[in-house]
T-cell receptor, first 118, second 113 residues
Framework: AQTVTQSQPEMSVQEAETVTLSCTYD???????LFWYKQPPSRQMILVIR??????QNATENRFSVNFQKAAKSFSLKISDSQLGDTAMYFC???????????????FGKGTHLIIQP | DTGVSQNPRHKITKRGQNVTFRCDPI?????LYWYRQTLGQGPEFLTY????????KSRLLSDRFSAERPKGSFSTLEIQRTEQGDSAMYLC???????????FGPGTRLTVT
């Protein structure tokens, strides 16, 4: 079974700073997908960024980028120029590849509560 | 708003009662998922449907839980004989399938007293 670990329950940074959220995972699969989801207070969970394990290039979406280290099974999220609206719970999630069959649901970490201070 | 809706948004029930939740996915999405999220935890996968077929169930889905997706459109999740441990946020998500992004609904918060 896959596991996802987020070791930072809470982080707080000043607006405009850069922050990195950590995520490690454990799997015996070779092909899989990794995601970062954002869950703002009392709002719906939305996808921030995704990474396919077979791609060596790290994914980037505007101010959000990942550092994917497949051998180390590490998938950190970097938020540059942080904004007040980035305040939310951030969840790292894992999914096996469809081609490999197996579980289709996402496996989530416990989350990191990110607070952006004005 | 992701386009996935869930009703009711909040439900308070007494222990032993049955409850039913509804999820309306994005219309062209053929896959629908149910997750449970307890306080301070990430969502945990419960079950998923491809069209009307329920293809996978987690061990978390005890025999008191049942899910349906008639005609491959909306889905319902029923919990029979609720227990206090069932108190949680129940999330629904939908996708076109494969490794596409799952779009989450706002959830139904269940409180069992």
């Amino acid at each position: 079974a896959q596991t996802v670990t987020q070791s930072q329950p809470e982080m707080s940074v000043q607006e405009a700073e850069t922050v990195t959220l950590s995520c490690t995972y454990d799997t015996s699969e070779n092909n899989y997908y990794l995601f970062w989801y954002k869950q703002p207070p009392s709002r719906q969970m939305i996808l921030v960024i995704r990474q396919e394990a077979y791609k060596q290039q790290n994914a980037t979406e505007n101010r959000f980028s990942v550092n994917f280290q497949k051998a180390a099974k590490s998938f950190s999220l970097k938020i540059s120029d942080s904004q007040l609206g980035d305040t939310a719970m951030y969840f790292c999630a894992f999914r096996t590849s469809w081609e490999g069959g197996g579980a289709d649901g996402l496996t989530f970490g416990k989350g990191t509560h990110l607070i952006i201070q004005p | 708003d992701t386009g996935v809706s869930q009703n009711p948004r909040h439900k308070i029930t007494k222990r032993g009662q049955n409850v039913t939740f509804r999820c309306d996915p994005i219309s062209e999405h053929n896959r629908l998922y149910w997750y449970r999220q307890t306080l301070g935890q990430g969502p945990e996968f419960l079950t998923y449907f491809q069209n009307e077929a329920q293809l996978e169930k987690s061990r978390l889905l005890s025999d008191r839980f049942s899910a349906e997706r008639p005609k491959g459109s909306f889905s319902t999740l029923e919990i029979q004989r609720t227990e206090q441990g069932d108190s949680a946020m129940y999330l629904c998500a939908s996708t076109r399938g494969g490794a596409n992004e799952q779009y989450f609904g706002p959830g139904t918060r269940l409180t069992v007293t």
